[in-house]
């Protein structure tokens, strides 16, 4: 079973062939120099050079995901907000629909595409689900009159899409949105040790491709293997109402301010496949 946590004094397993972190470190340069400068357009070439089925393509599809549906609250959050707006026609068909257009323009995959007994088909699957269950939740919440902030943000919604994903896969896989430890505002975000040392030795790394991810096989619970895969993701503008200046000045969610810029380091999406 996966939890999520790295246990102290694991063994470390030998990375794969090459290292997984170095195939996709290069393919995400690659693709940089090509020109596709955001860290989002750098993954998803990473996401492309896997083989499909793999665990590097498992992975960076939960990713993709995750990031294509949040991405729909960040674009709704204003409507959300709006105490004077009742229904706001967000439910989760229009979530699904949006998410699914996003993904669709990141990865240039269907969703649906994928053969529902396979690994990546049925995860994919199971966080669609679990996107749908959030919203169908999140109505009486995200509609109410004479409120304007509700507290259903995008990094909440990720939270609760992760726990039912978790729920439904039942150990298979675990999904969690982390980031440096100075900047985690949830403490079930706090970073694991082995979350803690690719944000140090890899993503801090000046060397280090923007928006590349870093994944290898490492000594999972209970003797088994599992792969792990982290994915950077950088402060938009949008983020900045919240995390960014006057640093220490309270935002709208009652949290201090980082004072972060602009495609600063924010977070990191982590995923664990346990091995199958």
Request: aromatic share 6%; charged share 25%.
């Amino acid at each position: 079973m996966i939890h999520g946590g790295a246990r102290r004094g694991r063994r470390r397993v030998r990375p794969l062939v090459m290292g997984v972190a170095l195939v996709l470190a290069m393919t995400a340069g690659a693709a940089m120099i090509a020109g596709k400068g955001t860290a989002s357009e750098t993954a998803a070439a990473a996401a492309g050079a896997a083989a499909p089925g793999s665990p590097e393509a498992i992975a960076s599809r939960l990713s993709a995901m995750l990031q294509s549906a949040r991405a729909v609250i960040s674009k709704h959050q204003a409507e959300i907000n709006d105490p004077a707006l009742g229904d706001k026609h967000l439910g989760a068909d229009v979530v699904i629909a949006e998410a699914t257009a996003n993904y669709k323009a990141k990865t240039g995959e269907d969703p649906e595409s994928y053969p529902p007994d396979s690994r990546q088909g049925r995860l994919i699957r199971a966080q669609m689900d679990a996107i749908r269950d959030v919203m169908d939740n999140a109505q009486d919440e995200i509609n109410k009159e004479g409120v304007a902030f509700k507290g259903f943000i995008p990094a909440t919604f990720a939270r609760l899409v992760n726990e039912s994903f978790a729920e439904r896969v039942k150990g298979d896989a675990h999904i969690k949105v982390t980031a440096p430890p100075e900047l985690v505002r949830n403490r079930k975000a706090r970073p694991d040790d082995w979350e803690k040392q690719v944000i140090a030795g890899k993503f801090r790394d000046p060397a280090w491709a923007r928006g590349a991810p870093f994944a290898e096989v490492v000594a999972g619970d209970g003797g088994g293997k599992a792969f792990r895969m982290a994915v950077p993701e950088y402060y938009a503008a949008s983020c900045l109402s919240c995390h960014g200046s006057p640093k220490g000045s309270i935002d709208i969610t009652g949290y201090p301010r980082e004072g972060a810029a602009e495609g600063d380091l924010s977070s990191v999406i982590s995923i664990t496949l346990a091995e199958p």
